[in-house]
């Protein structure tokens, strides 16, 4: 049974810094993303990345602010955000997809993600 938990959302003051931790249960390998969604806005892929390893793909809104780091052993993928901005502002989610992605590399579109967790909510204010 696949679960997914995020925590670590909260309010900050923009330039400050967030940790989201995400564990996942029910399996091993697979793409894995962090997501975000703002009300009145599609949800946007933030990072992707695969649990067996190579380096993960970063949004340009995010590339150079935002890291992802992950612990097998632990199940367990983390969201380190810093130099946070208001625009960050969104329900952020860890989601998990294919286990062995078609093609080579994982998906982007959040629509190629089947399993949620329910979300941690981040606020950054100017």
């Known amino acids: 049974q696949v679960q997914l938990v995020e925590s670590g959302g909260g309010s900050v003051q923009a330039g400050g810094s967030l940790r989201l931790s995400c564990v996942y249960s029910g399996y091993r390998y697979s793409c894995m993303g962090w997501f975000r969604q703002a009300p009145g806005k599609e949800r946007e892929g933030v990072g992707i990345f695969h649990t067996g390893g190579g380096s993960p793909y970063y949004a340009d809104s995010v590339k150079g602010r935002f890291t992802i780091s992950r612990d097998n052993a632990k199940n367990t993928v983390v969201l380190q955000m810093n130099s946070l901005k208001s625009e960050d502002t969104a329900m952020y989610y860890c989601?998990?997809?294919?286990?062995?992605?078609?093609?080579?590399?994982?998906?982007?579109?959040?629509?190629?993600?089947?399993?949620w967790g329910q979300g941690t909510q981040v606020t950054v204010s100017s």
């Open positions: 989601a998990k997809g294919q286990t062995t992605p078609s093609g080579g590399s994982c998906p982007r579109d959040w629509t190629d993600f089947a399993y």
